[in-house]
């Protein structure tokens, strides 16, 4: 989680990390340091140490032009740099409180410098850095304002006696330029680590915003194709029970007129009229619970559905057709197989067009995505369940393939398969080409 953690609860979250900080990150995790307040204390012991040598340069400086600090001067100032980096840990739970500390350390390290040297360690950067990721502009520049102020002023009081004999002598002992040369040295240090911090800050949150957007779109796109394969399964379902209702009105007239002379013939009709009215209020039964769910609108136009086709008052399609459609396939130049094997049985209506519209969608795939590949299938009935299988070896993507609707198909094929009670599974082969299989048991 990193500085501008508040926002994570409104934002998405972020890309993939890089394998490199994945990788730290995991190493991280396996010695311990799981939370933000132990890993910006391991930022803060490195800080100290990549500081250390900046001090070590001032020191060794002074004592080259013949003002060397006090050893009492010199581990005060390294517990005050040491002090400074470890106070990052709170940097992430509280930002301003880690500022104020930093600036209120630098304002001793001042203390013990001469005033025209601006030596200060790299906790200050980090520290203005972190309140630019979680601070509005307005307000981060009010408060650089205000730390650019008190080093100032720090540097003006600090130069005057009697603190001024508290470090070696100056070579440019004016208050006025020290002052003006310390709030300048904050203002450029402080100021330009907090408007980078901001800087990405509002890129991560435009990063963020953009990623909701794509995956709202992605979401509505999705819900669009159930919408309309929701369309399509009732325009077909409400054919099937038009067709066998017609037949129940046919029968039942017949029943009429045998009614006095025919009683076994009687009994046989009656018989049909009541299996097909049951098959046909189950699957209007499908029918309305599927377009009962949230987020249906049955009142819209239906249009396509995820293989393209319509409905328009042609005879529903179902697996007594399946050669047609694989003949179909191979005049668009693929080499598919179909296999029927088992004892063949009657399937309820719905199921009978599911199994066609599935075997359509997984050919269509094939063809867009697997072109020239041998296609190969399977319908095989098992007794207590029927299972369609369509494999397609590697292939090659299709110049002209739908690039925007991948994916939307499997979607209109789950949709067909919860509407029956089926398992539709669908996946990579071991030979690296793509596997659908549907299975739906009977009884």
């Not at 490195?46 to 006090?70: C, D, K, N, Q, T």
């Not at 790299?122 to 650019?148: E, F, K």
């Not at 800050?201 to 915003?209: E, I, N, T």
């Not at 987020?295 to 697996?319: K, L, N, T, W």
Request: glycine share 10%; proline share 7%; hydrophobic share 50%.
């Amino acid at each position: 989680m990193g500085p501008e953690g508040a926002d994570d609860e409104r934002y998405p979250p972020g890309g993939p990390v890089p394998r490199p900080l994945a990788l730290f990150d995991a190493a991280l995790t396996r010695v311990g340091l799981r939370g933000p307040l132990s890993r910006d204390l391991l930022l803060g012991a490195f800080i100290a140490l990549a500081s250390a040598p900046m001090l070590l340069s001032v020191v060794v400086l002074a004592r080259a032009e013949g003002v060397p600090f006090s050893p009492t001067a010199v581990a005060v100032l390294a517990a005050l740099t040491v002090a400074q980096s470890l106070v990052l840990g709170v940097r992430r739970r509280s930002p301003l409180l880690c500022l104020f500390l930093v600036v209120a350390t630098q304002v001793g390290v001042f203390a013990l410098l001469p005033g025209d040297v601006a030596y200060q360690g790299l906790a200050p950067y980090v520290a203005a850095y972190t309140c630019g990721t979680v601070l509005p502009l307005r307000r981060l520049s009010w408060i650089l304002v205000a730390v650019a102020a008190v080093m100032g002023v720090s540097g003006f009081v600090f130069a005057l006696p009697p603190f001024a004999s508290l470090s070696p002598p100056a070579r440019v002992p004016d208050p006025v330029v020290a002052g003006t040369a310390r709030l300048l040295s904050a203002a450029i240090s402080f100021g330009l680590a907090g408007f980078v911090g901001n800087s990405v800050a509002v890129r991560r949150r435009f990063a963020r915003l953009e990623r909701l957007r794509v995956i709202e779109a992605e979401q509505e796109r999705t819900n669009r194709a159930i919408r309309a394969e929701r369309a399509l399964m009732a325009r077909e379902l409400h054919d099937i029970a038009a067709h066998h209702l017609s037949g129940m009105v046919v029968q039942a007239g017949a029943a009429e007129k045998l009614a006095a002379r025919d009683v076994p013939a009687i009994a046989e009709t009656i018989g049909w009229i009541r299996i097909q009215g049951r098959e046909t209020l189950e699957s209007l039964r499908m029918v309305v619970g599927a377009l009962r769910e949230l987020g249906a609108h049955p009142h819209e136009s239906p249009g396509a559905g995820f293989d393209g086709s319509r409905a328009d008052g042609a005879p529903v399609p179902g697996v007594a057709v399946l050669d047609r459609l694989v003949a179909g396939a191979r005049a668009q130049g693929c080499e598919v197989v179909l296999e029927r094997t088992g004892s063949t049985c009657r399937l309820p209506p719905v199921a009978d067009v599911t199994f066609y519209r599935v075997a359509q969608e997984a050919l269509a795939n094939a063809r867009d995505h697997a072109w020239g590949a041998p296609v190969r299938v399977v319908l095989d009935h098992r007794g207590s369940e029927v299972v369609l299988r369509v494999d397609n070896d590697p292939g090659v993507e299709r110049e002209g393939a739908p690039k925007g609707l991948r994916g939307l198909g499997l979607v209109g094929m789950k949709e067909r398969a919860d509407l029956i009670g089926a398992v539709l599974e669908a996946g990579p082969t071991d030979s690296g080409g793509w596997r659908v299989r549907l299975t739906v048991p009977i009884g």
